[in-house]
């Protein structure tokens, strides 16, 4: 079945990187997808990989893929007190054919420390 | 751009009366929006599809007559929490595709008492 698992809790100083790791389950996902959530608000888009790629990055934020061990990483540089979040991995099982849905993981609560 | 809106962002309602959420892509149609519930420090579980002039396609285990979904223009769906019970309470957060991308609204929070 289709499953993302994703570590609950990562704490960081500010100014250090955070990385922030996902495994999905189901081989044919298309896209995969890293979001951010900040307390009672909805969720922000952060960046996403299509699964013939390696990597991705954009800015401080540096998306890696290894689609052979299912293994999804989203790293944040120079972390800021501002990032402390709930960071969720999603995957689309399919494009195109499908509805579109995503699977969620249950989120990684980011907590940065001055 | 791709941005979504909900509204109302907080409702407190009482127990038995019906609620309405709407969901809007301001700067794109989207043909399809997606609803989805959080509990408390928990992932978004997935209630139903919508689809723009059809039926919505519900998630096992989700009432269709309690939760009613309209997908009445390519810009906005609307979700009604019909006889609404304590159990309800909860955020709800919509989402609309583009392409291959889902843009998130900024959820409503359901308090029934």
């Known amino acids: 079945g289709e499953d993302v698992e994703q570590s609950l809790f990562l704490s960081v100083r500010e100014g250090d990187s955070s990385v922030i790791n996902c495994t999905y389950t189901?081989?044919?996902?298309?896209?995969l997808y890293w979001y951010k959530q900040e307390p009672g608000a909805g969720l922000q888009l952060l960046t996403y990989?299509?699964?013939?790629?390696d990597m991705k990055q954009d800015q401080r934020l540096t998306v890696l893929l290894n689609k052979k061990d299912k293994h999804l990483s989203l790293r944040i540089a120079d972390t800021q007190t501002g990032d402390s979040a709930i960071y969720f991995c999603?995957?689309?099982?399919?494009?195109?054919?499908?509805?579109?849905?995503?699977?969620f993981g249950k989120g990684t609560k980011l907590s940065v420390k001055p | 751009g791709a941005v979504v809106s909900q509204h109302p962002s907080r409702v407190i309602c009482k127990s038995g009366t019906s609620v309405k959420i709407e969901c809007r892509s301001l700067d794109f149609q989207a043909t399809t929006m997606f609803w989805y519930r959080q509990f408390p420090k928990q992932s978004l579980m997935l209630m139903a599809t919508s689809n723009e002039g059809s039926k919505a396609t519900y998630e096992q285990g989700v009432e269709k007559d309690k939760f009613l979904i309209n997908h009445a223009s390519l810009t906005l769906s609307t979700l009604t929490v019909t006889s609404a019970h304590p159990e309800d309470s909860s955020f709800y957060i919509c989402s609309a595709r583009s392409w291959e991308t889902q843009y998130f609204g900024p959820g409503t929070r359901l308090l029934v008492l």
């Open positions: 990989i299509f699964s013939n790629m």
């Open positions: 999603a995957e689309s099982p399919s494009y195109g054919g499908s509805q579109g849905n995503l699977i």
């Open positions: 189901d081989s044919s996902s298309t896209y």
